[in-house]
Nanobody, 121 residues
Framework: QVQLVESGGGLVQPGGSLRLSCAAS????????MGWYRQAPGKERELVAT???????NYADSVKGRFTISSDNAKNTLYLQMSSLKPEDTAVYYC???????????????WGQGTQVTVSS
């Protein structure tokens, strides 16, 4: 069974940095793309950043130049380096894999349980 587990969230002051990690356990047959999403209280979940299997990245306008998504395939881990954090970055952050778990299986979304990031002085 595949599982995604996020870590690295916490409380940070405005202007500070955090690095989120998403460790994948189990076996994916093929991963099409990975990403980070966030959901603030009272708001819908929104895309933060994505990275495809060939390394192409995409960022929400609100985080461009401040956040960097990367992956370590050998460690089956996805990262989100966040810098120059702002109070409006406060949210629960979720990692996502769009993947298939066996040959011929359909691709679908896999989600972690989320990690809280709070930016406050």
């Amino acid at each position: 069974q595949v599982q995604l587990v996020e870590s690295g969230g916490g409380l940070v002051q405005p202007g500070g940095s955090l690095r989120l990690s998403c460790a994948a356990s189990g076996t994916f047959f093929s991963i099409n793309a990975m990403g980070w999403y966030r959901q603030a209280p009272g708001k819908e979940r929104e895309l933060v950043a994505t990275i495809t299997k060939i390394g192409s990245t995409n960022y929400a306008d609100s985080v461009k130049g401040r956040f960097t998504i990367s992956s370590d395939n050998a460690k089956n881990t996805l990262y989100l380096q966040m810098s120059s954090l702002k109070p409006e970055d406060t949210a629960v952050y979720y990692c996502n894999y769009y993947a298939a778990t066996y040959f011929g299986g359909r691709f679908k979304d896999f989600w972690g349980q989320g990690t809280q990031v709070t930016v406050s002085s």
